[in-house]
C-alpha cells in the first residue's frame, strides 16, 4: 500500500519538488531556503486524500486503547496528519509522544492566570521532545536505504537520533560542541553507540562542518533542517488540542533555539484549522535566553524582518545557538498567530526552573525559559487571568544534574546575575548537607529549616 502523500514546497520561493530530489542539506537549489511538506490532497475540498475531521477524532481516540506499536506511538497515532512514508510498516518508534500535560496550581496561583498548564515533552523515550521528530525523520531515513545518519547537536537531538538510529540497525554520527553539552546528554550518545565527535567550536560551527561531510558522503542528515523532523514535532499541537476537546487554550510557549519547535507546533495548528478541526489558532509565543537571543532581537528591531546572528552564551546549553536555521518560520508562526517572541535572564531561567521542580515536575534549564517568559507576558498584561496557557517543556530535569545541583548550591549564577533575582532564588534553594548519621542530628537539620514540621 503507498500512504506517501507528499511533496516538498520551499518556504522561501515556494517550489515545489518530490520527497526524494532534495538535496542532501534540505535546501532549495533556486533561494537557499528551506522546505516544508504539504499535502496536496488536503487542498480538495472533499475527496479520498482530505481528512475528515470528526472521523479523525474518534480514530485518534479510539487508537489509544489499541495495542498495536504504530497506535501506541503518540506521533504515529495522528498518521493521516502525517503520510510521509511509502508503508507505515517502516516506522521507527519508541512509543514517543502521549506526554501528560500538567495543571501548575502553584504557577497559577502565584501568576493570577487560572489555568497554567505543562505539556512535558521531556517525558519522551530519551528524555526530550525531539524524539517526536526523530521516530518521523528516521524512518524517512531508513525507508530511503541510507545506512547512516547524522545531527549536529546541543545534545538532545544527538541523543534521540543515536537512539532511534540503534532502534533501526542504522548507524549514527553525533558532532556537538566540546564541552557545553549536558553530561547527560553526551552519555546517552555513547550509551546508544553513535560515533560522537566533540568539535572545538560551538553548535554554529558543528553544523557548517556536518554541512560539508553531508554532500561528501551518504550520510543522511537529520538536523531540523530536514522538514521531516517537523512532521513529527507538530504531534503535540494535537495532542494539546485533543486534550483540551479541540477548543484550543489561548497561550501556547515555546523555547526558541534553532527554531524548529516553534515552526513545527505552528505548523500543526495551521494544518488543523484549514481541516477543521479546530476553530481559531492559539497565540504562539517564542522565548529566549537573553545571551541567545537572535530572533528577540530581531522582533524588537524590525518585527521578526530579519535576523543578526549572535555569539551564543547561555548556561540553557540546549538552546545555546547563535544562526537559527529555522528563524523565518518560526517568526511567521509568531506574526500569524498574534504572539510574542522575548527574551529572559540567566537568573530569570534559575528561578523558573526551580519554581517548576516545587511543582513536582521539574525540566532541563531550556525549558523553563517558558515560564520566565510568561512572568514578563502576565506582567505586561498580555496574558487575561481568565486565559489558559501551555507551557512547552522539551526536556528532562536529569538531562542537566550539574545545573540544578550548581543553583541550589548557590554557585550557578555570578552575583551580578543573581542580584536581581536574590530574594526568589534564596527561597527556592535546598543544599543537601551533610549530617551525623544519628536521629538527633537530622531532627536538629529538620529544626533549622524554616517551616519543617518539627
Ligand atoms: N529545549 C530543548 C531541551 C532543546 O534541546 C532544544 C534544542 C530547544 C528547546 C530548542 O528547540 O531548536 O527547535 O528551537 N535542541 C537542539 C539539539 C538544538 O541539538 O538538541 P529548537
Same mark, same amino acid.
Given at each position: ?34 522546505? %516544508?511538506?504539504? @499535502? ?34 503518540g506521533?504515529?497515532? +495522528? ?15 519508541l512509543?514517543e509522544g502521549?506526554t501528560p500535560l500538567y ?13 497554567? +498548564?505543562a505539556k512535558h515533552q521531556g517525558m519522551n523515550p530519551t528524555g526530550s521532545f525531539k524524539d517526536t521528530g526523530m521516530t ?15 545531527c549536529?547537536s546541543t545534545g538532545n537531538t544527538s541523543a534521540a537520533m543515536a537512539a532511534y ?9 553525533v558532532?556537538i560542541p566540546?564541552?557545553k553539552i549536558a553530561w547527560g546528554k553526551l552519555s546517552q550518545s555513547?550509551d546508544y ?10 553548535f ?15 550520510? @543522511? &542528515?537529520?538536523?531540523s533542517?530536514?522538514? @521531516?523532523r517537523? =512532521?513529527g514535532q507538530?504531534?503535540p ?5 485533543? @486534550? ?9 510557549l515555546v523555547p526558541g533555539g534553532n527554531l524548529a519547535n516553534s515552526?513545527a507546533l ?20 517564542v522565548i529566549q535566553a537573553?545571551?541567545a ?5 530581531? +522582533? ?14 547561555t548556561r540553557a546549553t540546549a538552546i545555546r545557538i ?13 506574526? =500569524? ?7 529572559v535572564?540567566?537568573? %530569570?531561567i534559575a528561578?523558573a526552573k526551580a519554581e517548576l521542580g516545587?511543582e513536582g515536575i521539574g525540566c532541563e534549564p531550556a525549558s523553563a525559559v517558558t515560564l520566565a517568559g ?5 506582567? %505586561? ?9 501551555v507551557l512547552l517543556l522539551t526536556g528532562h530535569t536529569l538531562k542537566d544534574a550539574d545545573y540544578t545541583i550548581d543553583f541550589?548550591?548557590?554557585?550557578? &549564577? ?21 549530617? =551525623?548519621?544519628?536521629? =538527633? ?6 529544626? %533549622? ?6
Amino acid at each position: 500500500m503507498n500512504d506517501n502523500l507528499h511533496q516538498l514546497r520551499c518556504f522561501g520561493c515556494g517550489a515545489r519538488i518530490r520527497g526524494d530530489q532534495a538535496n542532501p542539506i534540505f535546501r532549495c537549489v533556486e533561494c537557499d531556503d528551506l522546505f %516544508e511538506v504539504e @499535502y496536496p490532497g488536503w487542498n480538495q475540498l472533499r475527496g479520498t486524500d482530505r481528512p475528515n475531521a470528526g472521523a479523525l477524532k474518534w480514530l485518534w481516540r479510539e487508537r489509544r486503547a489499541s495495542s498495536e506499536l504504530l497506535d501506541r506511538s503518540g506521533v504515529w497515532r +495522528f498518521r493521516e496528519l502525517l503520510p510521509i512514508l511509502d508503508s507505515f510498516g517502516n516506522a521507527v518508534s519508541l512509543q514517543e509522544g502521549n506526554t501528560p500535560l500538567y495543571h501548575l496550581p502553584r504557577t497559577s496561583k502565584a501568576l493570577g492566570v487560572a489555568q497554567v +498548564f505543562a505539556k512535558h515533552q521531556g517525558m519522551n523515550p530519551t528524555g526530550s521532545f525531539k524524539d517526536t521528530g526523530m521516530t518521523s525523520a528516521l524512518s524517512v531515513a531508513k525507508e530511503r536505504g541510507f545506512e547512516w545518519v547524522a545531527c549536529a547537536s546541543t545534545g538532545n537531538t544527538s541523543a534521540a537520533m543515536a537512539a532511534y538510529a540503534a532502534r533501526a540497525g542504522m548507524k549514527s554520527l553525533v558532532i556537538i560542541p566540546d564541552g557545553k553539552i549536558a553530561w547527560g546528554k553526551l552519555s546517552q550518545s555513547m550509551d546508544y553507540g553513535a560515533v560522537t565527535c566533540q568539535l572545538a567550536t560551538d553548535f554554529d560551527g558543528c553544523v557548517r562542518v556536518l554541512t560539508s561531510i553531508v554532500q561528501q558522503a551518504p550520510i @543522511y &542528515l537529520l538536523n531540523s533542517v530536514n522538514p @521531516y523532523r517537523l =512532521e513529527g514535532q507538530k504531534t503535540p499541537a494535537l495532542e494539546i488540542a485533543e @486534550y483540551f476537546d479541540w477548543s484550543v487554550p489561548e497561550h501556547i510557549l515555546v523555547p526558541g533555539g534553532n527554531l524548529a519547535n516553534s515552526s513545527a507546533l505552528g505548523k500543526g495548528f495551521r494544518e488543523m484549522k484549514a481541516l477543521g478541526l479546530i476553530s481559531r489558532l492559539p497565540k504562539i509565543s517564542v522565548i529566549q535566553a537573553e545571551g541567545a537571543n537572535p530572533l528577540a532581537q530581531s +522582533f524588537r528591531d524590525n518585527g521578526g524582518q530579519s535576523i543578526v546572528p549572535v555569539k551564543a552564551q547561555t548556561r540553557a546549553t540546549a538552546i545555546r545557538i547563535g544562526n537559527p536555521a529555522s528563524w523565518r518560520k518560526a517568526a511567521q508562526v509568531v506574526l =500569524e498567530t498574534g504572539g510574542w517572541c522575548l527574551d529572559v535572564t540567566e537568573g %530569570e531561567i534559575a528561578v523558573a526552573k526551580a519554581e517548576l521542580g516545587r511543582e513536582g515536575i521539574g525540566c532541563e534549564p531550556a525549558s523553563a525559559v517558558t515560564l520566565a517568559g510568561l512572568k514578563k507576558l502576565v506582567g %505586561e498584561g498580555k496574558v487575561a487571568p481568565s486565559d489558559t496557557v501551555v507551557l512547552l517543556l522539551t526536556g528532562h530535569t536529569l538531562k542537566d544534574a550539574d545545573y540544578t545541583i550548581d543553583f541550589h548550591r548557590g554557585t550557578l &549564577l555570578k552575583p551580578e546575575e543573581a542580584a536581581p533575582v536574590l530574594p526568589e532564588m534564596e527561597a527556592l534553594r535546598r543544599d543537601a548537607v551533610k549530617v =551525623e548519621a544519628t536521629p =538527633e542530628a537530622v531532627l536538629a537539620r529538620l529544626k %533549622e529549616i524554616q517551616g519543617g514540621w518539627v
